[in-house]
């Protein structure tokens, strides 16, 4: 019993690790992350500290409660959002806008692309 018992568990184990390795999420890229900003959000926001632009400045945007950026001028929705950016509520947000703060002035319709959104949110993350 004990012989045939041992390669049905390591045929077991060895299909549970094999189907782990499909399904492990990639590490989210930073750098990555820097070109898709460049690509999407660029046009309206700037990762520089107080540089306001059609958009807030993003520098320092995980973390931030939403509606706060000293000198821009929020739509009343995302000024009483009472959000606080950390990744989950980014991946959220980004993947679509008006479904986290209906009433939302962001005309962006978001990023259905989960990699490129996970990339994008570890550059935010870098922005400090």
């Excluded at 000198?71 to 479904?99: C, E, H, M, V």
């Excluded at 209906?102 to 570890?122: S, V, W």
């Amino acid at each position: 019993m004990r012989g045939r018992s041992v390669p049905g568990l390591v045929a077991i184990m060895g299909s549970l690790w094999l189907a782990g390795i499909g399904t492990r999420a990639k590490a989210a890229d930073p750098a990555a992350g820097k070109s898709v900003f460049n690509s999407y959000c660029s046009i309206c926001h700037s990762v520089q500290p107080g540089k306001n632009m059609v958009g807030p400045s993003l520098f320092g945007v995980v973390g931030r409660k939403s509606g706060s950026v000293p000198g821009f001028r929020y739509s009343p929705a995302n000024q009483s959002a009472n959000i606080t950016w950390d990744q989950a509520t980014l991946d959220k947000y980004l993947q679509s806008p008006r479904s986290v703060i209906p009433g939302t002035i962001m005309t962006y319709a978001g990023l259905k692309d989960d990699t490129k959104r996970a990339d994008l949110i570890a550059y935010l993350a870098t922005l400090k």
